[in-house]
């Protein structure tokens, strides 16, 4: 299974950002996705998940502003970004569990700053 993520750039603070990533390769079924983000030179934190039938959950510090989604026929998650603030800048990586295994995408680098 491979993960590939985009949407990721520059933004002006209180500005959005969508990201996106797409599974591909060779694999029976999808389970959770989710969205994770790596702050320079900090350690990898959760973001929010969703599982096949549309539940959601999220990190505290994101709640109310980032909404995940996905379409089960293509394989994709979403992360809508909305109020985004300085401290949100990061690299974002998708993951999905396929079969009790953990995958995880390239990331793709945010960054909110004026």
């Known amino acids: 299974v491979q993960l590939q993520a985009s949407g990721g750039g520059l933004v002006q603070p209180g500005g959005s950002l969508r990201l996106s990533c797409a599974a591909s390769?060779?694999?029976?079924?999808?389970?959770?996705m989710g969205w994770y983000r790596q702050p320079p030179g900090k350690q990898r934190d959760y973001v929010a998940q969703?599982?096949?039938?549309?539940?959601?959950n999220y990190a505290g510090s994101v709640e109310g502003r980032f909404t995940i989604s996905r379409d089960n026929a293509k394989n994709t998650v979403y992360l809508q970004m909305n109020s985004l603030k300085p401290e949100d800048t990061a690299v974002y990586y998708c993951?999905?569990?396929?079969?009790?295994?953990?995958?995880w995408g390239n990331g793709t680098l945010v960054t909110v700053s004026s």
């Open positions: 969703i599982t096949p039938s549309g539940l959601t």
């Open positions: 993951n999905a569990m396929s079969m009790g295994v953990s995958y």
């Open positions: 390769g060779s694999m029976f079924s999808i389970g959770y």
